[in-house]
């Protein structure tokens, strides 16, 4: 061997050899390439696969990587391709006869099954790494065979033999006469001589079937001798970086495991240990379950709580009332009720948890600065109808806020669907677009939060705080004069659109409107920002934005809202195709700039994103009192209810503030990896399935494929969200520091009892359709406590029937003096006070682990009974005469904007039909609670006590009803509703005790006289 060829060193672990060079020693000329191709990892040649063409590692950008690091990397790197970051998949098929090295690539952890294709015999040549005991049985059999060549079948040592294929280090020459099997160094993966260290099991396909029993290393990545070490990043000191950062974290993982008891991150049990290889490959999220402390005594309570209603219900049942077994009865089947609906909607809350996000390990990864962003493109949709009660400001503070997002500006494109075919909001988007060239770099430079501009500049707080750029100051006062001149030009729009003129309306080039008919227009398409001019004042390029109207005919079902939704699906399909959609109403503005790059950490994790269909955000609201009369926060649902969710399957989907995977909006179902039973009993039977082909793809052309959002119902988000769970689907809830996304609510009692009508009309038409969670959806991916909570958001407009009788009944009571219970006896007494121990103990404890506060949950509590006895008893009939009758009812736009008063339209009322039955009921109990009381009073000390029970069963309704009465009554001057209903309540006691006492009546103080009984004549 020459003595300038260097020092020979090796790696035991890769099987692989290498030659370290002289300092100043250049080293032999890189080798000819043979295909044109170099692999720009190591500088060999690409090479060809079996089919004789160029050799691809990647198909989705053809990085040119050949076989050797490409399995290196699939084994021991990063398993990503280094240009896309997209995962290597792996290659499959038989290995040819006389083509070393075969085509086919050991299974490693991640891998899952791809486009349907089965390699039952190759995929399983490797066995589990982390099995011990056959690590032990391979290292034992290397050192019972050192210096040999192999046994065959019956243990007969074999001849050594060198691997032709693997080239010397001597290119093949023989040195100074001595046969390459006497060398000293003699590379470890040739044939079975050798020493081999710690050999890892592979099965050879070029040896014959005697020999492969035998004990044989891995496949090498085979190393050019001629290369210097640096070329494969040995002994350079990023390679003893990276050693080091890998011990280090080798050690933080096996700290986990320990920690973690061995669970995995997802907490699913169907994913591998974390590759913790690099800071870029550890997790972009993780689960963070809830103390123990908190989550257990809570889940005791709840276990509690059912055996005390099975004893309750006992003693119910068994102790009828027989004076009033009328009364008795409807109170027994309401209970049983209510403690369905309890159950139902308790035990999807079982597993609740929270979820922590990491952007800096975001942006490490893909979104480095200095080189081209890799973050997914997205596509935002923003839907307006009616821009009277949807005001053109309003859906231009979302448009705006959209387009200064903290995203790269060439992945963001703005979807604008009007289906109302406005010329108003046309005209709007135009002049936003013009504004937007000025309010988004000011955004992007200072780091404005939040970058809705109305909201912006209404903040109450410091906006100097954290700003230290000396023109800040003068550049904010110029850019709110700018908006208030925007402001300005957009109310000249509203006031123009007052008064349509007889021939309809004109653009600037002479032309009519196409959207005069708001029934009848063709669709509407127009970019007003994209890449060819959309640049802002400074130059930078701005994202797309575009406005659809889509097409309208008379005798057509439009499907409304998810009409609309699906129609930018198909646009945004055909301009800009991002994998990924979020879609807002026109009211809901982006509060956190970085909310996008939060989903992203969901949507983009190797692990857990190829399970997400979608990433659900809270909703927030801004323009709340601070009491929140009428519950419109729905703090309880938000931040208790989807918690829960989020532990079993994953969040419902609420309508707004949600990033979609489109692949999952298109009703594709998840693929999920088959196990070995599965995969063999699929290729058994693949000849009896290829005749069943031409049949399957008939029948698949004659279905409609329907895309996006679901119809059938006026709430298309619960049933949308319902079909992607069927399909295997999961959803995540993300709620970050500063809420992602904020709307406006309505503010009025009619305003929110309609709002909530149109929510239970549609949970009433998707029980009545083929997609009821009762009988949809089994044998799918849908899980048992997931269902449940789908089939709570169905049924609950039902519970109006119950409530409105059981609130019906203390009325009754008080009025005829009977009761619905027996007279109670001590046992019975303990089961009743349990049974509201545990009902209040469970509250608290939802609240001490969701930290809601006690007046959102009371508050909630509160609508519960007054949107029960209108909101969803109205559409509960409303749906049945949908049903039976086929009457329809109108979509109900809720108004969006408010009077100049802060809160001014919290007093207002408006009369409306859903206000009868609450208001009857507060007459009924208030009456009733007089009678009573008078009752009492005629009847002596002994009417008193059965009293008490009666009066709190009516106190009980009245103080549910409360906002309701308050809501009612309206301002009144300002003056304190509590004082009128306590005035009239004690005015009317007062007036029945004056009466009794009657003091008016002239008192005989004379001796009392009575006529004798007896006949004296």
Not at 59 to 78: K, L
Not at 516 to 527: E, K
Not at 944 to 956: D, E, H, I, M, V
């Amino acid at each position: 061997m020459e003595a300038s060829a260097g020092l020979v060193a090796g790696s035991h672990n890769r099987n692989e050899l290498v030659v370290i060079r002289r300092d100043g020693d250049p080293g032999p000329k890189p080798l000819r390439q043979q295909n044109g191709q170099v692999c720009q990892i190591c500088g060999d040649d690409v090479g060809l696969n079996p089919e004789g063409e160029p050799f691809v590692a990647c198909n989705e950008c053809a990085f040119p990587v050949c076989r050797d690091c490409y399995e290196y990397e699939r084994r021991e790197g990063t398993q990503n391709c280094p240009q896309c970051k997209t995962r290597f998949k792996r290659l499959k098929g038989k290995s040819p006869a006389m083509l070393p090295p075969p085509p086919c690539c050991a299974r490693v952890p991640g891998d899952e099954e791809e486009d349907g294709v089965d390699d039952l015999e190759n995929e399983f040549n490797w066995r589990d790494r982390n099995d011990s005991q056959y690590v032990a049985e391979s290292m034992l059999h290397a050192h019972m065979s050192y210096g040999r060549g192999g046994v065959d079948a019956n243990g007969v040592p074999l001849p050594f033999q060198p691997n032709p294929n693997v080239p010397l280090l001597t290119d093949g020459q023989m040195v100074d006469d001595i046969p390459p099997e006497q060398h000293a160094l003699v590379p470890s993966f040739m044939g079975g001589g050798g020493k081999r260290i710690h050999p890892l099991p592979y099965a050879d396909p070029n040896l014959p079937e005697f020999a492969k029993g035998s004990c044989v290393t891995v496949q090498p990545r085979s190393m050019d001798p001629s290369k210097d070490l640096a070329a494969y990043g040995y002994g350079s000191v990023a390679w003893k970086e990276r050693m080091e950062s890998w011990k280090q974290k080798q050690d933080r993982l096996h700290q986990m495991r320990n920690d973690g008891g061995g669970k995995d991150w997802d907490g699913d049990g169907d994913d591998g240990d974390l590759p913790l290889m690099d800071e870029a490959r550890q997790p972009l999220s993780r689960k963070v379950p809830l103390p123990s402390s908190q989550i257990n005594p809570y889940r005791m309570v709840i276990i509690i709580r059912l055996v005390v209603l099975g004893f309750f219900f006992h003693y119910r049942v068994m102790h009828p009332v027989p004076d009033a077994f009328a009364l008795w009865l409807i109170s027994v089947i309401c209970e049983i009720w209510f403690a369905m609906s309890w159950i139902l909607d308790q035990f999807p809350k079982w597993f609740p948890i929270e979820r922590e996000t990491y952007l800096d390990r975001l942006t490490l990864r893909f979104d480095k600065e200095g080189q081209s962003s890799q973050l997914a493109p997205i596509d935002f949709f923003v839907s307006t109808v009616d821009p009277l009660k949807e005001p053109p400001l309003v859906t231009a503070n979302t448009v705006l806020s959209i387009l200064a997002v903290d995203y790269p500006v060439d992945k963001v494109s703005c979807y604008v669907s009007d289906d109302g075919a406005a010329m108003l909001t046309f005209e709007a988007l135009s002049e936003t677009s013009e504004f937007a060239k000025k309010w988004v770099p000011f955004c992007k430079k200072y780091s404005i939060e939040p970058r809705a501009p109305e909201w912006y500049f209404q903040q109450k707080i410091d906006y100097l705080k954290d700003k230290v750029a000396p023109y800040f100051v003068r550049e904010r006062r110029a850019m709110k004069r700018e908006y208030e001149e925007f402001k300005v030009r957009i109310n000249a729009l509203v006031a123009k659109a007052q008064k349509v003129p007889e021939e309809g309306w004109t653009m600037q080039d002479g032309t009519p409107w196409p959207g005069n008919n708001v029934r009848d227009h063709p669709g509407m398409i127009q970019v007003f920002l994209g890449q060819s001019g959309g640049h802002d004042i400074e130059g930078n390029e701005l994202p797309r934005l575009v406005y659809v109207s889509r097409e309208k005919r008379p005798g057509y079902n439009h499907h409304k809202k998810a009409g609309a939704m699906n129609a930018l699906v198909r646009v945004s399909a055909v301009l800009t195709n991002a994998p990924y959609l979020l879609n807002l109403d026109c009211d809901h503005y982006i509060n956190n700039s970085k909310a996008i790059k939060e989903a992203m950490c969901f949507m983009m994790d190797p692990l857990v994103g190829k399970k997400v269909c979608y990433v659900q955000f809270p909703q927030r609201f801004d323009g709340i009192d601070r009491h929140d009369r009428y519950a419109n926060r729905n703090v309880v649902f938000f931040d208790i209810n989807m918690k829960g969710l989020d532990g079993i399957q994953g969040p419902i989907y609420v309508g707004t503030g949600c990033v979609f995977r489109r692949q999952a909006l298109y009703g594709r179902a998840r693929r999920k990896p088959r196990n070995l039973k599965q995969r063999r009993r699929k290729d058994l039977f693949s000849r009896e399935q290829k005749t069943n082909h031409l049949h399957t793809h008939l029948v698949t052309l004659k279905r409609v494929l329907q895309i996006g959002w679901i119809y059938g119902s006026v709430t298309e988000d619960i049933l949308t969200g319902f079909k992607m769970h069927c399909h295997g689907w999961r959803s995540i809830y993300c709620i970050p520091k500063r809420p992602a996304f904020k709307g406006s609510a309505p503010l009025n009692l009619s305003d929110r009892l309609h709002q909530v009508l149109r929510w239970a009309l549609g949970s009433v038409e998707i029980f009545f359709s083929n997609h009821c969670p009762l009988w949809y959806g089994y044998g799918g991916g849908l899980k048992c406590l997931e269902r449940f909570s789908y089939i709570n958001s169905i049924v609950y407009p039902f519970t109006s029937i119950p409530l409105l009788a059981y609130c019906t009944l203390p009325a009754i009571c008080l009025l005829t003096g009977k009761f619905i219970t027996p007279e109670l006896t001590n046992v019975a007494s303990l089961w009743f006070m349990a049974l509201f121990i545990c009902i209040f103990a469970t509250g608290i404890l939802e609240m001490r682990w969701s930290g809601v506060g006690i007046d959102d949950w009371w508050r909630n509590e509160q609508f519960w009974v007054i949107g029960g006895v209108s909101s969803h008893l109205f559409a509960l009939f409303q749906g049945l005469l949908k049903v039976i009758a086929g009457v329809d009812t109108s979509f109900t736009v809720t108004s969006k904007g408010g009077d100049d008063e802060e809160f001014s339209e919290l007093y207002t009322f408006k009369w409306t039909t859903l206000l009868i039955p609450p208001t009857t009921l507060l007459l009924l109990n208030f009456i009733g609670v007089v009678a009573g009381v008078s009752n009492a009073i005629n009847n002596g000390y002994e009417s008193w006590g059965p009293l008490f029970g009666k009066l709190f069963f009516a106190f009980w309704v009245i103080v549910h009803l409360y906002p309701f009465l308050k809501g009612l009554v309206g301002r009144q001057n300002r003056t304190p509703t509590i004082v009128i209903v306590w005035s009239i309540l004690l005015a009317s006691i007062f007036s029945l005790l004056w009466v009794r006492i009657d003091p008016f009546l002239a008192k005989n103080d004379g001796p009392l006289l009575e006529e004798c009984g007896l006949d004296c004549n």
